[in-house]
């Protein structure tokens, strides 16, 4: 069986925080993360992971977002750490950064 994937790039926005990342994700797909707001890794986990609770998301095998390794994802950054390290553990979804 065929992987469908939903591609969230979000390399075009200047991403400091969490909020912003969830702002930029937002921006792209309004529908794909709803109510988080970057402030709960575990909610997160539950958007990406568990499912249930985005029907954007729910149409699709994995989640695939597209970021840029500077600001929010840069060497040393931990709340960009945290949410690559969530991305990593999930099995439905996957963080791709680039330079």
Do not use: C, K
Not at 9 to 24: C, Q, T, Y
Not at 65 to 93: K, P, S, Y
Request: glycine content about 8%; hydrophobic content about 45%; charged content about 30%.
């Amino acid at each position: 069986m065929e992987t469908s994937e939903l591609v969230i790039d979000v390399r075009g926005f200047r991403i400091e925080s969490a909020a912003e990342f969830a702002d930029a994700l937002r921006a792209v797909e309004p529908e794909a993360l709803p109510g988080w707001r970057g402030r709960s890794l575990d909610a997160l986990w539950d958007y990406i992971e568990h499912r249930g609770w985005s029907e954007r998301i729910d149409r699709y095998q994995v989640l695939v977002v597209r970021a840029v390794r500077a600001g929010l994802f840069a060497d040393g950054n931990r709340a960009g750490h945290d949410i690559a390290e969530v991305f990593g553990e999930a099995t439905r979804a996957r963080l791709e950064l680039s330079d």
